[in-house]
Structure formats: structure tokens, C-alpha cells
């Protein structure tokens, strides 16, 4: 079944029932149904076809929930992008993913016209606010006004849902292209591990940007049925008022969020009662951070791994131990081998990497025939995760074999960061680290080789950054060294880097 047929039963089963509340505004199910119909003529009126790229350069919002729901209805595939993305990331995006329509809003919008000359696929600017129209670019609200009639559109399961964007060592990104039956298997897969119900109420605070928040959150809270409170920002007293006040029962975050919930003032005064199920993910969840927690408020969070590639693979189990420090087990349909160098599965309790094999993996790496080859061996996914699995089966990731930094549980790619250092002029050579960092589990080092008779600042550093690439992928920590460690192939041994 495809995504869009999924959610129809939803639609059909619930018209009435509160779907979405976000910034004090709400849908019912059958009311997201009508608006994303008419969307989806109108962009089917423009020219977009089954297998078109969408791509999403906006907050969560009503626009970007009705964007994702219609292009599902039409078969087109949505193309998330973080919205602190700046130029050279979009570019890259987009040019890459040949969209032929973005959704974004005025905040951005300057942005996007900075690299527009580099986009000849690039057709449609949807803009969400009315200065779209000032620009000659389709305002939001034009969507909506149109004919509500169903789609009919003929969409196998082995067709394109998301295009989610990746990386590894090398920086370039990929885009991983997950079908209809990598999204349905996975969310029904979750249904049935987390006991997710029409019955529930759902807080979402994650950005939609990040398969946790989309393809997880609001896929999962349209596939189940549930009404769902959306909040544009995590904030953590607003987090506890709202179970509070509301009587919330499921709530998704990453480790850095339960962090700030523990330092809400007088955290343990608010009634968190009404919760079934708070789960994290996104990175690893420290067995002290889960210990406070639990005597705090009387909870023992549900961890969970997953990966752009193939949405969820692993959780805790509803019923029974959560495992402190662990991932649980393989997901229904999901089958796990750690295996060493020579692809042999390794004994209990020995470190190995993790390849996997499911419903949920994607077909490809977006027109990279080769990633997607180097990335399969005998019908397994090699993950680039360095994990153990002890006696009773519970899984541990403990490290990565692909050098990515995870920071409050967004992946972050070290060669992207360093090429940007490496730009400045006073910069000879420079290698990006992550480093324990209590709050968001890795923070980013970058050390640094100056050129002959130059001088620069940590200050100076963290500002040019700044200035190129999302904040949240700006060094925290800057080291000025005379020389980086290498081995004899001349490989810098990052991992020295780490330590000093």
C-alpha cells in the first residue's frame, strides 16, 4: 500500500477527529484530506508528475504537513532540507535532486534567490507567505484554492517517497531514496513495537526536516490516527506544561532535550502521569541521563536507533527491560548481523559492525550507483556502525566506522566543515573532531594548521563559520597545532586528534 493510501484510511476513519494542532491553530483529519487534494491538483496543473522532486525549505508549519501530504497523493518524492541551510547548501541540494518545486517562506527566501542562477530545474517557488507574489513566485494560500477531488494516481510500492540527505567521510552527501514500502513497512513496524494507537496524543517538538521529525513523527502520528500537538521549537518548560495541562501520552526527543527537561526549574511538580511512552534516538542516550530521568519523573525512556537510509531498525522493547546504554533489538521485519573485516558474524559481547537487511531499506542512493554498490554486500547494508550485542540480545552502537559527528542528535560532516576552514587564507590545513560534550553528546573541534608568519583566533574562526554554514555546524572548541598526526599513507589519525 502507498503512503497516500495509508493515510486515506485515516482520513476515512476519523473525518471529524482533531489530526493537527500547531500554534493555535487546527485541522481535522478530513480537513487535511480536502487541502491537500486541492494542493495537489494545483501542483499537478503546474506540471508536477509521479516521481517529481518537492523539496521543503521551511519550518514546521500547516504548509509544510499539506506540502508532504500532497505530494505523496501525486507520487512525487519530498526532498527535506534543514532550515538553517545556507546558500552552498541548498545549492547542493537542489541541484542535486533536480527538484523541480521548493516550498519556503520570506525568511528564506533571499537565500534561495542567491543561487537560483544554478538551478535550471528548478521551476516552481512556492513562497508561504504573500510576498511571494511581490516576486512573481506562487503564494501558499493560491494552493488552496482549487478543486478538493480525489487524485488519481497509480503508485506501486518500489516508487519514491523522501529523498533524505546523508554523508559520510567524505562530505559529499547522498541522497538516500526511500520508497512507499520503506516508509508503510517501517511505520506499521513501529506501530506494533510501541503499541502507537489512535488512542494516543502525541507531542512532536522535533524538526521536520530530519527523518526522526517527518518521516517518523508526523508520518507515524497520520498512519496511527492520533491527534498530534505540534510545537515549531522545543521548549522545555512549554514541553512539561503542555503533558501537564493536555495529558499528553507519547512524546519523541533526542538526549539534549531530556537533558533540558531535567533542568526545568522545579521540573518534578509537573504531572507527567498521563505519558505512555517517552522515547530517544538520534544519538546515544547515556545510562546517567537515563537513571536521572527515571527518578525524576517515574519514566524509563524507550532508545531507539534508526538512519536516513532505512528510518528505524532497532528499540527497546515496550514490554520488558529498556536497557540503559543499549538499542533494544531489531524491529519487526529487520533482521541484524555484526560482522568483522571478513563479514563473519562475531561472537557475543565482541565489536563488530552492523549491517542489516529489511523492508525498510532504501532502494538507492540517488543516481550514485556506485555508494549505493559499496554500500551492499550479499543483500546486507553495511550501517558504518561499530556495535556489540550481549548475552541476552540487546544491542550496543559504541562507536562509527564513518566519520560523522552526531550533535544534539543531528549528523554533522567533518570534511564539509573543514573544506570551509580551509578556505580562509590564514589556514594551511585543518581536520574537524568530535569531542564529548555533556549536553549534546558530541561538540564540534576543529584543529588547525596557520601558514608561515599568519595569525587567527579561535573567535575568528567560529565567526567565518558562522557566516557559511549553519550555525549549529560552527566549531565549539578551536585548536591552533603546529603539525596534524598522520599515518604513513599521510591520513590524518583523527581519533589522536580526540584525545589531545
Request: with cysteine.
Given at each position: ?5 495509508a493515510?486515506?484510511k ?5 473525518p471529524?477527529?482533531t ?9 481535522t483529519f478530513?480537513?487535511?484530506?480536502a487541502?491537500?487534494?486541492k494542493i ?9 508528475e509521479k516521481g517529481?522532486?518537492?523539496a521543503?525549505y521551511?519550518?514546521?508549519?500547516f ?5 508532504t501530504?500532497?505530494?505523496?497523493k501525486?507520487g ?22 533536480e527538484?523541480?518545486?521548493i516550498?519556503?517562506?520570506?525568511q ?6 542567491g543561487v ?8 516552481h517557488?512556492?513562497?508561504t507567505d ?5 516576486g512573481?513566485y506562487i ?8 478543486d478538493?477531488?480525489e487524485l ?6 518500489d516508487?519514491?517517497a523522501?529523498?533524505f540527505?546523508?554523508?559520510?567521510t ?11 514500502k520503506n ?9 506494533e513495537?510501541w503499541?502507537w494507537?489512535?488512542?494516543d496524543?502525541?507531542l512532536?517538538?522535533l524538526?521536520m526536516f ?9 508520518c ?7 491527534s ?7 521548549n522545555a518548560a ?6 501537564h ?5 507519547l512524546?519523541?526527543?533526542v ?12 521540573c518534578e ?9 517517552f522515547?530517544?534516538?538520534?544519538a546515544p ?12 519523573f517515574?519514566h ?13 531498525n532497532?528499540?527497546?522493547?515496550y ?10 533489538f ?12 571478513n563479514f563473519?558474524d ?6 563488530g559492525?552492523i ?12 543516481r550514485n550507483e ?7 554486500k550479499?543483500?546486507?547494508f ?12 540487546y544491542?550496543s ?5 564513518k ?11 567533518p570534511?564539509?566543515?573543514e ?8 589556514v ?12 549534546f ?7 588547525i594548521?596557520?601558514e608561515?608568519g599568519?595569525t587567527?583566533t ?6 567565518y ?11 565549539k ?16 589519525v583523527?581519533?589522536r586528534?580526540k584525545n589531545?
Open positions: 500500500m502507498s503512503i497516500a493510501g493515510f486515506k485515516t482520513f476515512r476513519k476519523f471529524g477527529k489530526s493537527i494542532e500547531l500554534d493555535g491553530q487546527t485541522a478530513s480537513e487535511i484530506d487541502a491537500t487534494n495537489a491538483n494545483r501542483l499537478r496543473g503546474l506540471g508536477v517529481d522532486r518537492i521543503q521551511v519550518p514546521n508549519s504548509e509544510l504537513i499539506y506540502t501530504v500532497s505530494s505523496f501525486l512525487a518524492i519530498v526532498v527535506p532540507m534543514n532550515v538553517a541551510f545556507k546558500e552552498k547548501e541548498i545549492a547542493y541540494f537542489l541541484r542535486d535532486s527538484a523541480k518545486v516550498v519556503t517562506d520570506a528564506r527566501l533571499p537565500v534561495l534567490e537560483l542562477k544554478d538551478l535550471p530545474a528548478l521551476e517557488i512556492v513562497v504573500s510576498c511571494g507574489q511581490n512573481g503564494s501558499f494560500s493560491d494552493l488552496l484554492d482549487g478538493d477531488s488519481d494516481v497509480d503508485i506501486a510500492d516508487d519514491g523522501f529523498i540527505y546523508t554523508s559520510g567524505t562530505g559529499k552527501s547522498k541522497g538516500a531514496l526511500l520508497t512507499q516508509v508503510t513497512s517501517n511505520l506499521q513496524a513501529l506501530h513495537a503499541r494507537t489512535a488512542d496524543l502525541f512532536l517538538t524538526p530530519h527523518i526522526h521529525g517527518l518521516g517518523v513523527g508526523l507515524g502520528s497520520l498512519y496511527n490516527g492520533c498530534t500537538i505540534i510545537r515549531g521549537k522545543f512549554n514541553v512539561l506544561n503542555t503533558i495541562n493536555q495529558k499528553v501520552t512524546f519523541m526527543g538526549p539534549t532535550m531530556y537533558f533540558r527537561l531535567l533542568d526545568v526549574e522545579n511538580k509537573y504531572d507527567v502521569s498521563s505519558m505512555r511512552l522515547v530517544s534516538g538520534s542516550l547515556s545510562k546517567e541521563l537515563f537513571a536521572k530521568f527515571h527518578k525524576t517515574g524509563r525512556i524507550l532508545e531507539r536507533a534508526g538512519m536516513s537510509e532505512s528510518m528505524m532497532y528499540s527497546n522493547p514490554d520488558g527491560e529498556r536497557r540503559p546504554g543499549t538499542v533494544g531489531p524491529l519487526p521485519g529487520v533482521k541484524a548481523r555484526i560482522v568483522d573485516e563473519n562475531v561472537p557475543t559481547n565482541v565489536e559492525e549491517v542489516i537487511k529489511g523492508p525498510n531499506l532504501l532502494k538507492e542512493y540517488w556506485e555508494a549505493t554498490r559499496k554500500s551492499f550479499n543483500g546486507w553495511k550501517t558504518g556502525d561499530i556495535c556489540k550485542r550481549d548475552a541476552d540480545g544491542i552502537i559504541v562507536g562509527r566506522s566519520d560523522i559527528i552526531i550533535s544534539g542528535g543531528v549528523n554533522l560532516y570534511r564539509e566543515i573544506e570551509v576552514i580551509e578556505s580562509m587564507p590564514a594551511k590545513e585543518a581536520a574537524v573532531v568530535g569531542v564529548p560534550d555533556e549536553e553528546g558530541e561538540a564540534v573541534k576543529a584543529c594548521i596557520l608561515a599568519e587567527l579561535a573567535e575568528e574562526v567560529i565567526a563559520c558562522k557566516k557559511r554554514l549553519a550555525s549549529f555546524k560552527k566549531p572548541h578551536v585548536e591552533f597545532l603546529d603539525e596534524l598526526p598522520k599515518n604513513a599513507m599521510g591520513k590524518i583523527k581519533d586528534l589531545s
